[in-house]
């Protein structure tokens, strides 16, 4: 009766392998390296084929491939069409694959620059990273930029697998350069274990076996140093931290907050604490759809229910009660730009971090870094792929910790508020000042007893158009229709403000940002007055209208478009700024060499082409008094 013992063993077996530790790795490195084709060869030694797949490999590679009579083992993982034709590796591809001793789940990221977003994705979820390098080619921009991303992102276990080294003969000298190149590049990036080996992914030497063809390498092979490399999973250690990403009422006699524990551990009984909020509470169980548990660690996806009746929402974090996160409004952090339109500070953005979404903008671009020499550089922009240290404020306070303490709760993406595309991911360094140290002071008179007082209701009346649109000839004679009225009014000037407010920025990209922001935050001061303002600027981008329109509460935003086609506001050109832009004298001029995105949705749209400023003005105060805004 053998068939207990095939049970038995085949359960041991199986036992055996669930247990077996999980190394999640990256490949990345710089264009035609070899990193799909490294993974390939993986799969491949590892007998992890069927032979279907085997198959259509070799019909694939007589096809697609680039290595002759050969199998092209990285049509294994370059998945996408265009990545077959191109030969380049587009998206992030996961592939997974075990040995005797670990599983591991390895990222396929690009090489390409246009693709470093992806590169940082597949980094921001491993524990090791092989860097490869062309023996031919040596180390390129993108090995030196990968390097630091790897960094940044706290990857602290690298092999550089210099491949291709059938190429050069099996060089000793080649190979023995390059590492001492990047040793000394690299030598302040905090890695804590670093092996080097020559690899040829495509014929295997020294990735499963060593090779007969480098007896002068003494090291590990690849496999061998994957298997036992000892990559510590720490966030057992650290402080517990739950993102809240649902409540969960089921019924009424039910409320618990559902979430994956992402740092720490946490048991019934244990004293927590609402990081926004500050109300502490103690856990009074752990509900998972198998039963409650006696204790979550991170990873685990869990519903915690707590003791008290506690105001908590999707977006908060329920942290230990004595080791709290940081809860500020603003702080630095290291933040990699992924998007062609630059980054602008004083631009509106959402930053996404955990499960918590709020409005922010950059305050300042301390430095960028140069990738090829790591030297810290003034900047006043970020462009595609840059990497720099920048001060940014929250609209909201958010609890975070720095990512070098609790990685999960430091980390954070930029959206763009008009496109909603990723544009950026950062790491949190510190905290720049405290929510609890700054109030709004509570003031006896408000905006509505001020309002009230001038029978009227605040609003912003925005101009918007081209220069020469016509939009300071309108927003005088509505100011003087409305004084008529005895209506308490101010009107800001896009001429004006720049001799006294804004007399310090020009007109570049950044420097229009940073001139609407402060119209913004001066506007939202007459506004609290219980004014109407009046604001006539060309204010050419949507992101800074729309941040705008965000500034005010409901109804205190109306955005109004003076519509001149370009040659009527050409034509019009009372100052002479068309033919001095014509003529090249003016650089960055609206219409010109400067783009104009005009209003989507705008309250008031007033073809300024074909009407008076009369007419178009007599348009606006019958809107503010139909409206209610001259009550």
């Given at each position: 009766?053998?068939?207990?013992?095939?049970?038995?063993?085949?359960?041991?077996?199986?036992?055996?392998?669930?247990?077996?530790?999980?190394?999640?790795?990256?490949?990345?490195?710089?264009?035609?390296?070899?990193?799909?084709?490294?993974?390939?060869?993986?799969?491949?030694?590892?007998?992890?084929?069927?032979?279907?797949?085997?198959?259509?490999?070799?019909?694939?590679?007589?096809?697609?491939?680039?290595?002759?009579?050969?199998?092209?083992?990285?049509?294994?993982?370059?998945?996408?069409?265009?990545?077959?034709?191109?030969?380049?590796?587009?998206?992030?591809?996961?592939?997974?694959?075990?040995?005797?001793?670990?599983?591991?789940?390895?990222?396929?990221?690009?090489?390409?620059?246009?693709?470093?977003?992806?590169?940082?994705?597949?980094?921001s979820n491993s524990d090791l990273a092989v860097i490869l390098i062309?023996?031919?080619?040596?180390?390129?921009?993108?090995?030196?930029?990968?390097?630091?991303?790897?960094?940044?992102?706290?990857?602290?276990?690298?092999?550089?697998?210099?491949?291709?080294?059938?190429?050069?003969?099996?060089?000793?000298?080649?190979?023995?350069?390059?590492?001492?190149?990047?040793?000394?590049?690299?030598?302040?990036?905090?890695?804590?274990?670093?092996?080097?080996?020559?690899?040829?992914?495509?014929?295997?030497?020294?990735?499963?076996?060593?090779?007969?063809?480098?007896?002068?390498?003494?090291?590990?092979?690849?496999?061998?140093?994957?298997?036992?490399?000892?990559?510590?999973?720490?966030?057992?250690?650290?402080?517990?931290?739950?993102?809240?990403?649902?409540?969960?009422?089921?019924?009424?006699?039910?409320?618990?907050?559902?979430?994956?524990?992402?740092?720490?551990?946490?048991?019934?009984?244990?004293?927590?604490?609402?990081?926004?909020?500050?109300?502490?509470?103690?856990?009074?169980?752990?509900?998972?759809?198998?039963?409650?548990?006696?204790?979550?660690?991170?990873?685990?996806?869990?519903?915690?229910?707590?003791?008290?009746?506690?105001?908590?929402?999707?977006?908060?974090?329920?942290?230990?009660?004595?080791?709290?996160?940081?809860?500020?409004?603003?702080?630095?952090?290291?933040?990699?730009?992924?998007?062609?339109?630059?980054?602008?500070?004083?631009?509106?953005?959402?930053?996404?971090?955990?499960?918590?979404?709020?409005?922010?903008?950059?305050?300042?671009?301390?430095?960028?870094?140069?990738?090829?020499?790591?030297?810290?550089?003034?900047?006043?922009?970020?462009?595609?792929?840059?990497v720099g240290v920048v001060n940014f404020a929250t609209q909201q306070?958010?609890?975070?910790?720095?990512?070098?303490?609790?990685?999960?709760?430091?980390?954070?993406?930029?959206?763009?508020?008009?496109?909603?595309?990723?544009?950026?991911?950062?790491?949190?360094?510190?905290?720049?000042?405290?929510?609890?140290?700054?109030?709004?002071?509570?003031?006896?008179?408000?905006?509505?007893?001020?309002?009230?007082?001038?029978?009227?209701?605040?609003?912003?009346?925005?101009?918007?158009?081209?220069?020469?649109?016509?939009?300071?000839?309108?927003?005088?004679?509505?100011?003087?229709?409305?004084?008529?009225?005895?209506?308490?009014?101010?009107?800001?000037?896009?001429?004006?403000?720049?001799?006294?407010?804004?007399?310090?920025?020009?007109?570049?990209?950044?420097?229009?940002?940073?001139?609407?922001?402060?119209?913004?935050?001066?506007?939202?001061?007459?506004?609290?007055?219980?004014?109407?303002?009046?604001?006539?600027?060309?204010?050419?981008?949507?992101?800074?209208?729309?941040?705008?329109?965000?500034?005010?509460?409901?109804?205190?935003?109306?955005?109004?478009?003076?519509?001149?086609?370009?040659?009527?506001?050409?034509?019009?050109?009372?100052?002479?700024?068309?033919?001095?832009?014509?003529?090249?004298?003016?650089?960055?001029?609206?219409?010109?060499?400067?783009?104009?995105?005009?209003?989507?949705?705008?309250?008031?749209?007033?073809?300024?082409?074909?009407?008076?400023?009369?007419?178009?003005?007599?348009?606006?105060?019958?809107?503010?008094?139909?409206?209610?805004?001259?009550?």
């Open positions: 009766m053998s068939l207990p013992a095939e049970i038995d063993t085949f359960a041991d077996y199986l036992s055996a392998h669930e247990n077996k530790s999980l190394l999640r790795f990256l490949t990345c490195g710089s264009v035609d390296d070899g990193k799909s084709t490294l993974i390939g060869r993986l799969l491949f030694d590892t007998k992890l084929l069927f032979e279907d797949q085997l198959a259509t490999l070799s019909n694939d590679s007589r096809k697609h491939g680039t290595v002759g009579e050969d199998l092209d083992f990285a049509l294994l993982v370059d998945g996408l069409a265009a990545e077959r034709e191109q030969g380049i590796t587009i998206d992030v591809a996961y592939r997974f694959f075990a040995t005797d001793k670990r599983k591991f789940i390895v990222a396929d990221t690009p090489g390409h620059e246009q693709y470093t977003r992806n590169m940082a994705t597949g980094a062309d023996a031919r080619q040596g180390i390129l921009t993108q090995t030196r930029r990968h390097s630091f991303i790897v960094s940044l992102l706290g990857i602290r276990h690298v092999v550089l697998a210099v491949n291709k080294i059938d190429l050069v003969d099996f060089s000793q000298e080649v190979f023995d350069q390059i590492v001492a190149d990047y040793v000394e590049f690299a030598k302040d990036f905090g890695f804590e274990t670093f092996l080097a080996v020559p690899l040829s992914a495509r014929f295997g030497d020294n990735m499963l076996e060593r090779s007969a063809r480098t007896p002068w390498y003494s090291g590990p092979t690849l496999v061998e140093h994957l298997e036992t490399v000892p990559v510590a999973d720490d966030a057992l250690a650290r402080p517990f931290r739950m993102p809240v990403q649902w409540v969960n009422r089921p019924n009424l006699d039910f409320r618990g907050f559902s979430g994956t524990v992402v740092s720490g551990s946490v048991r019934p009984g244990d004293p927590i604490v609402v990081a926004g909020s500050g109300r502490t509470s103690t856990v009074k169980s752990i509900v998972t759809k198998d039963g409650n548990l006696a204790k979550a660690d991170a990873g685990e996806a869990v519903t915690i229910t707590l003791a008290d009746e506690v105001d908590i929402s999707r977006g908060d974090i329920i942290a230990a009660a004595g080791a709290r996160p940081e809860v500020a409004d603003q702080f630095a952090a290291h933040l990699i730009w992924m998007h062609d339109d630059h980054l602008l500070p004083g631009r509106s953005y959402l930053i996404k971090t955990g499960t918590r979404t709020v409005s922010a903008s950059v305050t300042e671009i301390k430095h960028k870094v140069d990738v090829n020499s790591f030297q810290k550089l003034a900047a006043k922009q970020l462009g595609l792929n840059e306070p958010i609890a975070f910790d720095p990512f070098a303490e609790v990685p999960q709760t430091g980390a954070f993406i930029v959206i763009d508020r008009m496109s909603n595309l990723t544009v950026g991911a950062g790491m949190i360094d510190f905290g720049l000042r405290r929510a609890t140290n700054v109030h709004w002071q509570a003031l006896e008179v408000d905006k509505a007893s001020r309002a009230a007082m001038k029978f009227q209701k605040p609003v912003v009346l925005w101009f918007t158009g081209l220069s020469g649109a016509g939009k300071s000839t309108v927003a005088n004679i509505v100011e003087k229709k409305l004084h008529a009225l005895s209506r308490h009014t101010y009107m800001l000037d896009g001429d004006n403000v720049r001799h006294g407010l804004n007399k310090d920025l020009g007109f570049t990209e950044a420097d229009r940002v940073e001139n609407i922001r402060r119209v913004i935050e001066v506007s939202k001061l007459f506004v609290d007055a219980g004014i109407i303002v009046l604001t006539s600027f060309i204010s050419p981008f949507r992101a800074e209208r729309r941040q705008a329109r965000d500034s005010f509460e409901a109804g205190e935003f109306v955005e109004i478009f003076v519509d001149a086609p370009l040659d009527v506001a050409e034509q019009r050109d009372p100052k002479g700024l068309y033919k001095r832009a014509r003529e090249g004298l003016i650089k960055n001029f609206t219409g010109i060499d400067s783009p104009y995105e005009a209003p989507e949705n705008a309250e008031i749209h007033l073809s300024a082409g074909a009407r008076t400023p009369e007419e178009m003005a007599e348009e606006i105060v019958a809107y503010l008094t139909t409206n209610g805004y001259l009550a």
